[in-house]
């Protein structure tokens, strides 16, 4: 049976911030995003397998790739998108730093990299238009995530977040969210953390509306997309 809550896996939340609370939005927003995500997943199926087959075709691989990343309340659970890198992906990634060490450094600082050797072409089309996390529809009606969100982050980024972890805890991980909609990559970190902060404690079901609307033209702008 899988556990309740994972938060007793970050020791820097104190005690008091550990007590599990119903995720952000309670009935109504998860109502919406149930029938948000069935209905996406029916109006872009031909998308999808129109990306699917141009996948496939690049270089004959795997069409889908999940990423274990932390959910609400700490448990973890695998991200899906249309994979857009190759398959030995770590391989490539650690002989790029080694003979980049600036490279290492951005992706210090920042868990992405401007120009990632590991992206194919296709790939890089995919990401510059978000079509990659199209799948993560998928994870919205599993009850993983939710249309709008914080970004989900990997484990080793929830330290950063320090007590604000608190906040992205009490939330579903977004398909979009404030930081897509504010210049994505071109955000600093800590502005990400102040961002996934903000929306929890200042949550409405018009301002996910909002967000969700202006997610189309920041997409179809792909400024910071990369």
């Not at 990632?116 to 990401?127: I, Y």
Request: net charge positive; glycine share 8%; charged share 25%.
């Amino acid at each position: 049976m899988k556990p309740a809550t994972k938060l007793a896996s970050f020791p820097f939340l104190r005690p008091s911030e550990k007590t599990e609370k119903l995720p952000v939005g309670g009935v109504l927003k998860r109502s919406f995003d149930l029938l948000g995500a069935a209905f996406g997943l029916v109006l872009l199926s031909p998308l999808f397998l129109l990306i699917a087959l141009l996948v496939k075709f690049s270089d004959g691989g795997r069409i889908f790739y999940g990423h274990r990343r932390v959910g609400r309340d700490g448990n973890p659970f695998y991200c899906l998108k249309f994979r857009t890198m190759v398959e030995d992906g770590d391989a490539v990634l650690a002989a790029h730093f080694a003979a980049n060490p600036e490279a290492r450094a951005e992706w210090i600082a920042t868990r992405k990299l401007q120009k990632d050797p590991r992206v194919t072409r296709v790939g890089a089309v995919l990401r510059k238009l978000s079509l990659d996390e199209l799948p993560q529809l998928v994870n919205v009606l599993r009850g993983e995530m939710s249309l709008v969100g914080p970004r989900p982050v990997v484990t080793d980024e929830i330290e950063r977040y320090g007590p604000a972890a608190v906040y992205y805890f009490r939330s579903r991980p977004g398909l979009t969210g404030v930081w897509q909609i504010s210049g994505r990559n071109d955000v600093s970190y800590d502005d990400r953390i102040a961002f996934d902060r903000h929306y929890v404690e200042n949550w409405s079901f018009q301002k996910d509306i909002v967000i969700i609307l202006k997610t189309i033209p920041a997409v179809c702008a792909s400024r910071g997309s990369y």
